[in-house]
């Protein structure tokens, strides 16, 4: 059948990886406000986002991860510096570049069947029939297949998330990006979260970006890690996390993990104490807690 | 209490009680209880001659009036009238209202260019408007329906303008990615975002009409639950005041309840208003 054929071909392809969707970030700086009252989140900031790889950018909180995001996605302008895709300049939004945003974006007024396939029906490209069978292969791929017909509101966090996840998912984009996307979950729900993603980036392999504050997610998700500095944000360092594939939790006891995380610690720390010194309130608190699961992890 | 069951029958039943037991319960009884004494004092007030709240006239009178009253056209014929004018003023609002609120909500030159003539004209009650309507509208019924159009008008415009610019950036900017050009943003976006504020300016409007219409008939019409009201003051015939206060009452409630149901059929995704 058909569908058989088109998953047969998508599995190959995902072993093979994805050959788009790969990013830079090019002395990109951005501030907001004027004159006076003009502050700089990003300055000289430069990175790249491998193609079919999950890159997680990690930094204290309100140091301009989400300025990253935007400006990838194309919502905001950088000042100075350039940003490209696969070698062509980012030009505004698209859907080769798809956002799952820290808090809910579902539009509340559809259903969540209707929110899945809103990309592919106005884009026009593809038969309701096509349409419809892709949906459904998603749906229940992610266990919403009952709750298709609920609107947003009906539907719990985990599921919300699950339901943003394959509405970008499904217009096949050559980067995904999350911000923050598991933030105010419970702890169990985000366990779950972070399993159905890492298995989901696993299958597609396509290029993803993931940001987050959490240390331990940072690792386990990533292929490769940034550190990002203060305002105004640079990279402070990129960390390769060997891990294998697969990814499982009981990796996170394993030295290796230990390893790399005590070096993002370390940075995190400086950076946070940076922070401290300087007056923001929001990176002290990161501060402390990276500081007490520095002390939890070194007295293990 | 009971161990719940969870069989359909069952489920039915125990809705059934749920109903029974919100009818029945201590609150309703308690509200049951005041409203019967409000009906005592008020009674005994009149047949008492209580200074100033002994002149209203007591229910025993109003209902005998009622009686009287239900079975003569020209009542219901006063309902009609005023629900006519009420609903073609508040149509034209909405007509008028709606696409120009979305306008002024969505183009910011458009709304710097109407927003001062709106906000100028808009401190004018309806009511100041009635002598001015009736020197310039050809007929009586024409102004009363620009008054209650008026009544109406700025609370929609002003309730759509404030829904369709707190629209969250985030819809669109999701919309956009995932490649809607402006039609779409606009009536799978904007529009559906704004509705709950389309209701809420048309459940809000409807209650300023009826307070205009009343209000406008007592000075300037001949027919009309206003007219009832003020024509029974002048004639002396006290308890069809009341009739009348009662009517335009329940004739507001029943229009608003109207609107805010086909707001919720409308916006099924809300929880009801």
């Known amino acids: 059948m058909v569908d058989n054929g088109r998953k047969a071909s998508d599995i190959k392809a995902a072993n093979t990886g994805s050959s788009t969707g790969e990013m830079n970030f090019l002395s990109v700086s951005k501030s907001y406000g004027v004159g006076p009252l003009s502050q700089p989140v990003l300055e000289d900031c430069s990175f790249t986002i491998e193609r079919g790889k999950l890159t997680v950018l990690i930094g204290p909180s309100g140091c301009g991860k989400t300025t990253i995001i935007n400006i990838l996605a194309g919502y905001e302008n950088p000042d100075s510096g350039s940003v490209t895709l696969d070698g062509s300049p980012v030009q505004g939004p698209g859907k080769d570049r798809l956002v799952v945003f820290q808090e809910t974006a579902l539009f509340p007024w559809m259903t969540t069947y209707q929110n899945v396939i809103y990309g592919l029906k106005v884009r026009k490209e593809m038969s309701r029939k096509e349409l419809e069978s892709r949906a459904m292969d998603l749906l229940i791929k992610v266990g919403l297949l009952e709750f298709k017909d609920k609107y947003p509101t009906q539907l719990s966090g985990g599921m919300q998330r699950r339901a943003e996840l394959i509405r970008a998912l499904i217009n096949n984009p050559k980067v995904m990006m999350m911000d923050e996307p598991f933030r105010g979950l419970d702890a169990m729900t985000r366990e779950l979260m972070q399993e159905y993603y890492v298995r989901l980036f696993e299958e597609n392999r396509g290029t993803n970006l993931f940001v987050t504050s959490e240390i331990e997610e940072a690792i386990f998700l990533s292929d490769r890690l940034l550190i990002m500095s203060n305002r105004p944000a640079k990279i402070r360092k990129t960390i390769e996390v060997n891990l294998p594939r697969p990814r499982e939790f009981h990796m996170l006891t394993s030295l290796e993990y230990l390893n790399y995380k005590r070096e993002a610690l370390e940075i995190l720390h400086e950076e946070a104490m940076k922070a401290f010194a300087s007056g923001s309130k929001i990176a002290a608190v990161d501060f402390l807690e990276a500081y007490s699961e520095r002390q939890a992890s070194s007295e293990n | ?273």
Not at chain 2, 157 to 176: P, W
Not at chain 2, 257 to 268: A, C, E, H, K, V
Request: proline residues 5%; hydrophobic residues 50%.
């Open chain 2, 1 to 273: 209490m009971g161990v719940q069951q969870n069989t359909a029958v069952s489920g039915k039943k125990s809705n059934l009680r749920k109903l029974r037991k919100t009818v029945l319960s201590k609150t309703t009884y308690r509200g049951i209880l005041a409203v019967i004494i409000f009906f005592i004092c008020w009674e005994a007030s009149s047949r008492l001659h209580f200074p100033i709240v002994g002149e209203i006239p007591p229910p025993s009178s109003v209902l005998k009036a009622m009686q009287k009253i239900v079975g003569d056209a020209g009542f219901w014929k006063s309902w009609l009238v005023s629900f006519k004018r009420v609903f073609s003023g508040f149509i034209v609002a909405q007509i008028i209202g709606i696409p120009l609120g979305l306008l002024m909500g969505i183009n910011r030159i458009f709304r710097e260019l109407m927003f001062p003539g709106i906000e100028i004209l808009r401190p004018i009650p309806p009511l100041a408007w009635v002598p001015t309507a009736v020197i310039f509208w050809p007929t009586a019924e024409m102004s009363m329906t620009f008054v209650t159009f008026l009544g109406a008008f700025f609370t929609v415009v002003l309730n759509i303008i404030g829904g369709a610019r707190s629209i969250d950036v985030r819809y669109l900017r999701a919309a956009y990615s995932l490649g809607s050009r402006r039609r779409d943003i606009f009536f799978r976006i904007v529009l559906p975002a704004t509705l709950p504020s389309i209701f809420v300016g048309m459940a809000v409007g409807m209650g300023i009409t009826w307070e205009v219409v009343v209000a406008a008939e007592m000075i300037a019409s001949r027919s009309g639950l206003g007219f009832l009201t003020w024509q029974s003051y002048v004639a002396g015939n006290y308890p069809v005041i009341v009739i009348g206060m009662i009517s335009i009452g329940v004739a507001g409630f029943l229009s608003s309840s109207l609107i805010r149901l086909i707001g919720n059929f409308f916006t099924p995704w809300r929880k009801v208003i």
